[in-house]
């Protein structure tokens, strides 16, 4: 008896209950502009007419102040610096990186919010601090998605003082 | 039309859980049972039969063990007919969900009747399994005809 006849006509003892939603998901108008901005590979954060700082991705109102942001917008580097890292070793889908790899909280340069992204490089080289910078698709594969960027990877560049990074730890 | 350049832009969005459940002793016998296209209740310290089979007496919580086979056949005690079926139920043409109380069990439990169209369908009518080719011990394995 092969292993699949035996299968079928031993007891069931697992039952497989998938569960699905489909939704039809509208990104509002705030979104939907820092979503075309990255399909031109800009970055674009809004900035808090109350106090100043800079929330990355753009958004409707200052989630702080609940002051509606209006339609400016604050383009900001590809460049950031770690504020923490994790080494991930469980499989997920969409990561473009091979297992193990490191997610890491990017501090954009010129934003005051993270930006939770992997990160390309040698495990034991990953530090707070360290300076990293986008890695994109090639032009012609982006599109309106976040998924324009495959991951960070380290610059030559010195680390981030520690308290330019402190508050977002 | 185009939309204008400030539409919020959209995007279908999927989410979904490949949930596995273990069954335990009395729901592997219930499944297993189903797979063999009979149908499994288990009874109950006043003798009442429960269908289906579950661990424990709603009522006294107290652990249930005695298998009892009910149906294959049962009446319907209440339905709805369901006009215009949505993409995840059940069945691509109309048909009624339907509480279908098994011959031999004392509790009815929701399914779904293949009856062709609202005419055929009554409070109290007889109705029988129709199982696919290839049972593999779930609850869709089968859905209710008239009888
Ligand atoms: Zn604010």
Redesign the pocket.
């Given at each position: 008896m092969s292993a699949k006849e035996e299968q079928a006509s031993g007891p069931v003892m697992v039952l497989s209950c998938p569960i699905s939603l489909d939704y039809a998901y509208s990104a509002g108008q705030s979104a939907s502009r820092f979503l075309r901005a990255i399909a031109e590979g800009k970055l674009l954060g809004q900035r808090?007419p109350?106090?100043g700082?800079v929330y990355f991705p753009s958004r409707g109102s200052?989630p702080?102040?609940g002051?509606t942001f209006g339609d400016d917008a604050v383009e900001l580097s590809d460049k950031g610096t770690i504020v923490t890292f994790s080494i991930v070793r469980v499989p997920s889908q969409n990561i473009a990186l091979p297992l193990p790899y490191i997610t890491v909280n990017v501090l954009l340069d010129g934003a005051d919010t993270i930006l939770i992204h992997v990160l390309d490089a040698k495990l034991e080289d990953v530090h707070m601090g360290m300076r990293v910078q986008a890695v994109w698709k090639p032009r012609e594969e982006w599109t309106t998605s976040t998924a324009n960027i495959l991951y960070f990877r380290p610059i030559d560049e010195p680390d981030a003082k520690y308290e330019t990074y402190k508050e977002h730890i | 039309m185009t939309k204008p350049a400030t539409a919020a832009l959209t995007a279908p969005h999927h989410l979904s859980y490949t949930y596995k459940r273990s069954l335990g002793k009395v729901l592997s016998a219930f499944f297993t049972a189903l797979r063999d296209r009979r149908f499994l209740g288990i009874r109950r310290a006043n003798g009442s039969v429960l269908f289906p089979a579950k661990e424990y007496d709603p009522d006294t919580s107290e652990s249930l063990s005695e298998l009892v086979e009910v149906g294959p056949t049962g009446i319907v005690t209440t339905w709805v007919w369901v006009a215009q079926p949505r993409r995840q139920q059940p069945l691509a043409h109309p048909f009624a969900y339907a509480l279908v109380k098994l011959d031999g069990a004392d509790t009815p439990f929701l399914h779904v009747v293949d009856a062709g169209s609202e005419s055929k369908m009554a409070t109290g009518m007889r109705v029988r399994p129709r199982f696919c080719d290839v049972p593999k011990g779930a609850i869709d394995d089968f859905v209710f005809e008239p009888a």
């Open positions: 808090c109350v106090d700082r200052c702080m102040h002051v | -």
